[in-house]
């Protein structure tokens, strides 16, 4: 069943507290009040055939419209005791297996409800005169009911000829209705002017704005970027007519401006949060809002001030959080990704980026042979300040790779390059190599041991006991190469051979414990023993 609960200004106390369902399931979506205290639901319900028991009263469609599952639309009066109305809202009778989901729903100042949602349904009531009235697959619709909830005032698809989802509806003092959702259909309706008007590849957020009468587009845009998949989950607008739109980008270049958080988070996907202008043809900001792993914003209100507030739900250890927050690390920070809900407030024209900090620390390659270097790259979250931005580095295992002291990342830069300089190794060896600036990020380099790539010999190996004196001679089949004497045992450096030319070597070393056997090894990785 679906419920709708209605807390006290203190949350301490339910003013009251209902199932709205009928026989079968029931789920809410989305929730509206207007200024009596009458609370608009939407969602979706399953007809257990022959019986479809979900409540209506005064209702537009008093009868299941067949398929799935139908929309529903239900207003309850101020204390939660009865229905103002209550109505299905889909089709399904010319195909049997169709679906019609409400997602989303506002409430005017005349007391009309907005309905915002997606269909299957070919036969899903549409009105004369509205926008749209022709059918393609998964379509997103729009639907305006009059405030006795018993007449459309208006309702039509909005989509392309591939899949549309409705999932953000909000409405303005005039009556526009402004939706969001996402889209693959390249041929989504546009208009001229409009911030994006096409599209490449994956999903795309889109949105739109209805005039009053449902009638015709003030403006349709796709928001995203064109290398991979953006969601559109939830909308607000302003007195001025300005939206803010938030959803989900898996695209590290999706379009930026004015950024709390300029640069792709990482993992499967980052929240975003984008401002439009009442014109919709330019973004007055957008920004990422992520972590490394796995960001979803769902949800977003503006206030008076046109400051955002944005809900939503992450999996990253790094999300970003502000000093003195109520929570500022996941509930259970030893267990590994789990699932905790955000709040974030951004202010509203132009927001005010935290100090930059290190977002993250990469080495490439990752894996090298010893005596060879890799290149580390420190990557800001925002722009280096006036000097730069000396980021300090440390590995931790000095005798396989060693970095610089610091790497400076100029100022109005993102990112700068060092070298790493790695050691020869006997075996496979890991290094972590470390970044600070505000913040700590890593990576790993693995070290391997060089491939042979000369042949040695050792030609004599005599240890003196009396003046604990050890003399190798020993021939490499390169005269560039250097050879070092080991004790086998222990692999503990006696010495350096001297190179005689001609691919000979020799040396005289004291040592003063018998070493039983010496190993003789090549920094072009070949060795022999005796």
């Known amino acids: ?44 319900t399953k007809c257990a055939a022959p019986t479809c028991d979900f409540p209506t009263q005064n209702a537009f469609q008093p009868a299941y419209g067949g398929g799935n599952n139908d929309a529903f639309v239900t207003k309850l009066n101020p204390t939660g005791s009865a229905l103002v109305y209550s109505t299905y809202l889909g089709g399904g009778r010319v195909l049997n297996n169709t679906d019609d989901w409400g997602q989303e729903i506002a409430v005017d100042s005349s007391g009309s409800a907005h309905v915002v949602g997606h269909t299957y349904s070919p036969d899903f009531p ?3 005169g509205a926008f749209d009235r022709d059918w393609n697959g998964l379509d997103l619709f729009v639907t305006k009911l009059a405030p006795a909830g018993n007449t459309l005032s208006y309702s039509t698809f909005l989509g392309g000829t591939n899949h549309d989802e409705g999932w953000g509806i909000a409405v303005d003092g005039s009556h526009n209705a402004y939706v969001t959702g996402f889209t693959i259909s390249s041929d989504f309706p546009t208009t001229a002017g409009a911030y994006k008007t096409s599209m490449l590849t994956g999903w795309e957020a889109v949105v739109t704005k209805l005039n009053a009468q449902g009638s015709g587009l003030v403006y349709s845009t796709y928001l995203g970027s064109d290398t991979a998949s953006d969601r559109a989950w939830d909308i607000a607008v302003d007195g001025t ?38 014109q919709g043809s330019a973004l007055a900001y957008s920004t990422f809002l992520g972590g490394s792993t796995f960001d979803q914003a769902n949800s977003v209100a503006i206030d008076s001030a046109g400051d955002a507030y944005v809900a939503g739900g992450t999996t990253a250890p790094n999300f970003p959080v502000t000093p003195g927050a109520f929570q500022t690390q996941n509930g259970d920070p030893n267990r590994y990704n789990p699932d905790d809900a955000f709040v974030a407030k951004i202010r509203s024209e132009a927001p005010s980026p935290p100090p930059p900090s290190l977002l993250s620390l990469t080495v490439n390659p990752s894996s090298v042979p010893g005596g060879s270097t890799s290149q580390g790259t420190a990557i800001l979250n925002a722009a280096a300040p006036a000097g730069g931005a000396v980021v300090t580095l440390d590995s931790s295992n000095a005798a396989a790779a060693t970095v610089p002291t610091s790497v400076i990342v100029p100022a109005g830069s993102t990112q700068a390059t060092f070298t790493i300089t790695t050691k020869t190794v006997s075996s496979t060896t890991g290094a972590t190599i470390s970044g600070t600036y505000g913040a700590t990020r890593s990576a790993v380099l693995t070290v391997t041991p060089v491939p042979n790539s000369d042949t040695v010999g050792v030609t004599r190996a005599e240890y003196t006991r009396s003046n604990k004196r050890l003399r190798v001679e020993a021939t490499s089949t390169s005269a560039t190469a250097t050879l070092t004497v080991h004790v086998t045992s222990s692999g503990a450096l006696v010495g350096t051979l001297t190179n005689r030319g001609g691919g000979r070597y020799g040396g005289q070393f004291t040592l003063t414990a018998y070493p039983q056997s010496i190993t003789v090894r090549s920094s072009l990785g070949g060795s022999a023993s005796r």
Do not use: E, H, M
């Open 126 to 128: 549409t009105t004369s």
């Open 241 to 278: 007519g300005g939206v803010v739109v938030v959803g989900d980008t898996n695209a590290p270049d999706f379009p930026v401006l004015n950024a709390v958080q300029p640069n792709y988070g990482g993992g499967l996907q980052d929240s975003f949060v984008a401002r439009l202008n009442p």
């Open 1 to 44: 069943d679906a419920f709708v609960s209605k807390l006290n200004p203190q949350g301490s106390a339910l003013v009251y507290s209902t199932y709205l369902g009928g026989g079968f399931d029931d789920f809410a979506n989305g929730i509206d009040v207007d200024a009596a205290g009458n609370a608009y639901v939407t969602g979706w």
